[in-house]
């Protein structure tokens, strides 16, 4: 009998407790945003810590370290396509950004473990895909919580860009548009049966894409 009532009562304190459970924000809210670019999926993750009047980089985020790139677990993206960097090919799928900031450049490293809480225990060069370095512009006006957003969009490229305190670090990929796009009238338009909207739309394409390699050349 004692052992009934005291698994009772421990199974009331569970309900109880459960009930009870505190709700707080936590102290860097964490994001989840998905952008296309082009014809191309992509979606990121992180935390987002605030500045509180700190000193950011080169204080609280040191130096010449690997940082997390946020807050609490690491920062990922993922990619829908391959995408490219600098003219190398990052292949679609998941990664975790780590950064190691500088006073005037950011390296931007894209890591193929993406399950890791910050920084890996044990740094592997291997599961580096793509390292790159882009340069650190200052911002006018500081910037209290820590963003990350993909801006500057065209059918081709975007920028995923970093910003926080008054720093601002951005870095173009390139999505494959135009490949995705030829592959899908080719396989419409080689059907007898494509309507005329097909056609309309394939052609459009085609115009559009090249007034804007023609401004592209001229903007050069």
Excluded: C
Aim: charged share 25%; aromatic share 12%.
């Amino acid at each position: 009998m004692k052992k009934i009532i005291f698994l009772i009562a421990l199974s009331s304190f569970s309900l109880f407790s459960e009930a009870q459970q505190v709700k707080t924000p936590a102290a860097s809210l964490k994001a989840e945003v998905e952008q296309m670019v082009g014809l191309t999926d992509v979606e990121y993750e992180y935390s987002r810590p605030n500045k509180k009047g700190r000193v950011i980089f080169g204080g609280l985020v040191p130096y010449g370290q690997v940082w997390r790139t946020g807050a609490n677990e690491n920062t990922t993206i993922k990619f829908g396509d391959d995408v490219e960097i600098d003219g190398k090919t990052i292949p679609k799928g998941k990664y975790a950004i780590y950064t190691i900031p500088h006073e005037d450049t950011w390296d931007v490293i894209f890591y193929s473990d993406s399950e890791n809480w910050g920084t890996p225990e044990k740094w592997d060069d291997k599961k580096v895909v793509l390292k790159t370095t882009a340069p650190v512009k200052k911002l006018a006006e500081s910037v209290e919580s820590f963003t990350i957003g993909i801006n500057n969009l065209s059918d081709n490229s975007a920028h995923l860009q970093f910003m926080w305190d008054q720093v601002l670090v951005d870095v173009t990929f390139h999505v494959p548009t135009q490949k995705i796009a030829n592959a899908s009238i080719d396989g419409i338009l080689s059907n007898p049966r494509a309507d005329a909207n097909a056609y309309y739309a394939s052609a459009n394409y085609y115009l559009q894409s090249r007034r804007y390699e023609e401004s592209f050349k001229l903007d050069q």
